[in-house]
């Protein structure tokens, strides 16, 4: 039997564990993290609390000294900011809806059946993201004018459609490729149509990238300009986006109404974050696994 004899001198070194830091790494990690709280909650709580200041002191760092809610009160007064806002309400959530239920529908039958152009779809879904903004406005425009949707909430719907499905269509065929094919024979089984199966079996599985399409199809919507200013006209048809435009001219800007205005807009945002967010990591990562 061979022995090992261990030397006074030698110490017996304990393997490090993953989660032991030095104490300096440690001050870094922290460090790092508080630093980038601040770069992300700064412009936010700037925003915030230039709205609560009167406007000879909207551009000073003078945030505490005679705080009032003016800016609110004149904003929703003296503006279309309710009718903006009504807008923006209606035509975001037709966007969520019809955008959630056509990429759900879409992902569905190019994740289970074969059927001729399913690979010209899916390319087609694949190229439409690869043109920006500058490229299809004019075209998308001129489609408008001809079959009388400008200036008509149904004509930003489409166009916002046609943003949000065809990438969140991608992202819930890969979703539901993670989905056993089992569950839609067990439907057929029990006498299912192949809509059937899908309404009561399998969406119920698929809530997390059904919350991840709602979330990108509000946002896409909400916070869109370019198409909102180009297409809308008329202070009552403008949204929330095309509304901010008017607090800003070549002579200067009205810090407080549009701050004010920014903190009103980003509350349903928030809001519909909170109400998904649980659902948000699980979808887009189930959504990533397979193409």
């Known amino acids: 039997m061979t022995t090992v004899t261990e030397h006074p001198g030698n110490a017996v070194r304990k393997p490090r564990l993953r989660g032991d830091r030095s104490p300096v790494a440690s001050v870094a990690l922290h460090l790092t993290l508080i630093i980038a709280s601040v770069v992300a909650v700064f412009p936010v709580l700037w925003v915030l609390l230039t709205s609560l200041k009167p406007a000879k002191y909207a551009t000073t760092t003078d945030f505490f000294r005679e705080t009032t809610f003016v800016n609110y009160t004149n904003l929703i007064r003296d503006t279309e900011f309710l009718s903006w806002f009504g807008n923006s309400v209606i035509i975001a959530g037709l966007s969520t809806v019809i955008g959630v239920f056509v990429s759900a529908t879409t992902g569905y039958a190019v994740s289970r059946f074969r ?143 549009m701050t004010a205005a920014s903190v009103l807009i980003a509350i349903p945002a928030a809001l519909v974050f909170l109400l998904a967010q649980k659902h948000l990591v699980t979808g887009m990562s189930a959504g990533a696994v397979k193409g």
């Open 115 to 257: 059927f001729p152009g399913k690979r010209g779809l899916m390319w087609t879904l694949l190229i439409t993201q690869m043109f920006p903004v500058a490229v299809l406005i004019v075209p998308i425009y001129n489609i408008m004018s001809n079959i009388g949707l400008l200036n008509q909430p149904a004509g930003l719907v489409i166009t916002y459609l046609t943003i949000s499905v065809p990438f969140c269509a991608w992202m819930m065929k890969g979703f539901f490729d993670t989905i056993p094919r089992e569950i839609d024979e067990s439907g057929q089984v029990d006498g299912l149509t192949p809509f059937g199966t899908f309404w009561r079996l399998v969406m119920p599985l698929a809530k997390p990238g059904l919350a991840v399409t709602a979330f990108y199809s509000f946002i896409t919507a909400w916070g869109e300009v370019a198409y909102a200013s180009a297409f809308m006209v008329g202070d009552e048809n403008l949204t929330l986006a095309g509304g901010l435009q008017k607090f800003v001219n070549q002579y200067g800007a009205q810090w407080g109404p």
